[in-house]
T-cell receptor, first 110, second 113 residues
Framework: QKEVEQDPGPLSVPEGAIVSLNCTYS??????FMWYRQYSRKGPELLMY????GNKEDGRFTAQVDKSSKYISLFIRDSQPSDSATYLC??????????FGQGTRLTINP | KAGVTQTPRYLIKTRGQQVTLSCSPI?????VSWYQQTPGQGLQFLFE???????NKGNFPGRFSGRQFSNSRSEMNVSTLELGDSALYLC????????????FGQGTRLTVV
């Protein structure tokens, strides 16, 4: 069983919809939780990160961490076609070592 | 500010050969990490270097090795290539110790035939 599980999708939604992306994990020692966005033929770029449990909001993006359930989420409001990409959750395991989920391929249809 | 630069962008090698990939971090960044990305396994950590020392290593065979130079540039080497080594190899650099501060390059797409 992988340390971080993420549904690879694909997920296809209409423009303007609220998107919910999720990951579960097994290692209770994880403290930093990250979401990356990766466009085709590009490297991942950090969207946001959360320390421990709680919520964090940045524009149309909201990250939630529930450590009691070992469950993290990323919500995208008012989704745009430019949000179409693969979204990866990641957790920090020791300095500079990130453990990634499989990535969810998201398509926003105009 | 220039980003993380990886060269070459694309590479085709034959099974059994060896390959060297290069990564130039963002100026001032001293930590360089390497990851392998495949459709089946996703992104997997290979190793991390800080000030020319390997601090962390993932679960990859000894055919995968790396090094970092005094100017923080890093190389990774794969010897005796196998078909399963075909992947996107990503390098990330950071100034501090947190993985949250890492910036990724565009990767080197390696195809082994």
């Amino acid at each position: 069983q992988k340390e971080v599980e993420q549904d690879p999708g694909p997920l296809s939604v209409p423009e303007g919809a609220i998107v919910s992306l999720n990951c579960t994990y097994s290692n209770s020692a994880f403290q930093y939780f990250m979401w990356y966005r990766q466009y085709s033929r590009k490297g991942p770029e950090l969207l946001m990160y959360t320390y421990s449990s709680g919520n964090k909001e940045d524009g149309r993006f909201t990250a939630q961490v529930d450590k009691s359930s070992k469950y993290i989420s990323l919500f995208i409001r008012d989704s745009q076609p430019s949000d179409s990409a693969t979204y990866l959750c990641a957790m920090e395991q020791g300095a500079q070592k990130l453990v990634f989920g499989q990535g969810t391929r998201l398509t926003i249809n105009p | 500010k220039a980003g993380v630069t990886q060269t070459p962008r694309y590479l085709i090698k034959t099974r059994g050969q060896q390959v060297t990939l290069s990564c130039s971090p963002i100026s001032g960044h001293r930590s360089v990490s390497w990851y392998q990305q495949t459709p089946g396994q996703g992104l997997q950590f290979l190793f991390e270097y800080f000030s020319e020392t390997q601090r962390n290593k993932g679960n990859f065979p000894g055919r995968f090795s790396g090094r970092q130079f005094s100017n923080s540039r890093s190389e990774m080497n794969v010897s005796t290539l196998e078909l399963g080594d075909s992947a996107l190899y990503l390098c990330a650099s950071s100034f501090g110790d947190r993985g949250t501060e890492a910036f990724f390059g565009q990767g080197t797409r390696l195809t082994v035939v």
